[in-house]
């Protein structure tokens, strides 16, 4: 198993940039597939980012592609998710999951953090 804390989350104006960070532990993350995923309220948690623990490979969420960056730091068993030209509409919870294949569902990962929350303001 792996255990997965979000932080990073805050208040930021429209245009501006925020990193969010997932520590782990237990498992090493090389081990699996590493997701960020957003919920707003009242709507469906939706993939943004994730990359392989093991190799190079990434991919993210059309509403954020170009303007996020997904990465991680080994030795500190962290992924981060890099955000700029940040919207009022990437206002959400943030939340970290890891799993054993690449998916775009919630269904794929089977690990999860508790969240952070983002909040953009025009």
């Known amino acids: 198993q792996v255990q997965l804390v979000e932080s990073g989350g805050g208040l930021v104006q429209a245009g501006g940039s925020l990193r969010l960070s997932c520590s782990t532990s237990?498992?090493?993350?090389?081990?699996?597939?590493m997701g960020w995923f957003r919920q707003a309220p009242g709507k469906e948690r939706i993939f943004v980012a994730a990359?392989?623990?093991?190799?190079?490979?990434?991919t993210y969420g059309d509403s954020v592609r170009g303007r996020a960056t997904i990465s991680m730091n080994n030795a500190q068993n962290t992924v981060y998710l890099q955000m700029s030209s940040l919207k009022p509409e990437d206002t959400a919870v943030y939340y970290c999951?890891?799993?054993?294949?690449?998916?775009?569902?919630?269904?794929?990962?089977?690990?999860w953090g508790q969240g952070t929350q983002v909040t953009v303001s025009s």
């Open positions: 990359l392989s623990g093991s190799g190079p490979y990434t």
């Open positions: 999951a890891a799993g054993v294949a690449f998916g775009y569902s919630p269904e794929n990962y089977a690990y």
């Open positions: 237990g498992r090493s993350f090389s081990r699996y597939v």
